[in-house]
């Protein structure tokens, strides 16, 4: 586990309302600026106090464990995730200009519904996802990685990479009919 700051990273979360949050993802070119570090660094440190509930609990956060660069205001194709796989115990992740390389067709569904820190509301539906991916990304050192997520961090994933399209996945419910098909997937 990380040593966290003892004061909450001072990062601004865009709301969907934000024009922004719809802009397309520019590749990003090594070596990262100390900024960009920075960032990466930052966001993963709030998902991970996001996540605690403590800390979740003493600035008032709403849990995420994800966060793309474009939520952040910058249209760069990197995403976070930090992700609790034991009580306590977190795996983080850094995802620059990641690209699909299989999906599984099996498709699932967050069975609470997905959120997202840019969508400060409660969002009725569900978001087909496959449940299964593996996925092709450079870490923030510039070295190739190939990963095969499954399940909810495969749902995770498909929800950041959405992101780097200027893609909400309040997009992916369908307005008229939020619970459409429910029975076609598998809740997790």
Same mark, same amino acid.
């Given at each position: ?44 440190? &709030?998902? =991970?106090?996001?996540?605690?509930? *403590?800390? $979740?609990?003493?600035?008032? @956060?709403?849990? %995420? ?72 990304? &450079?870490? =923030?050192?510039?070295?190739?990685? *190939?990963? $095969?997520?499954?399940?909810? @961090?495969?749902? %995770? ?32």
């Amino acid at each position: 586990m990380s040593k966290l700051p003892n004061n909450l990273p001072n990062i601004k979360i865009l709301d969907e309302k934000d024009k922004t949050l719809r802009m397309k993802s520019k590749e990003v070119t090594f070596p990262l600026t100390k900024q960009e570090l920075k960032d990466i660094n930052d966001m993963m440190d &709030y998902l =991970e106090m996001s996540q605690i509930e *403590e800390t $979740r609990e003493k600035y008032d @956060l709403r849990a %995420g464990w994800g966060l793309s660069y474009i939520q952040i205001g910058v249209p760069k194709k990197i995403f976070v995730m930090v992700h609790e796989y034991e009580e306590g115990k977190f795996k983080r992740y850094v995802v620059i200009n990641p690209k699909i390389k299989s999906m599984s067709e099996e498709m699932v569904y967050i069975a609470e519904g997905e959120g997202c820190l840019s969508v400060n509301r409660p969002v009725e539906g569900i978001v087909p996802r496959h449940a299964r991916m593996t996925i092709e990304y &450079y870490d =923030e050192h510039g070295n190739k990685q *190939e990963l $095969r997520v499954r399940e909810e @961090l495969a749902v %995770g994933f498909q929800h950041e990479l959405d992101h780097l399209d200027g893609i909400l996945f309040t997009d992916r419910i369908d307005p008229k009919n939020p619970f459409k098909n429910q029975n076609r997937y598998r809740s997790i």
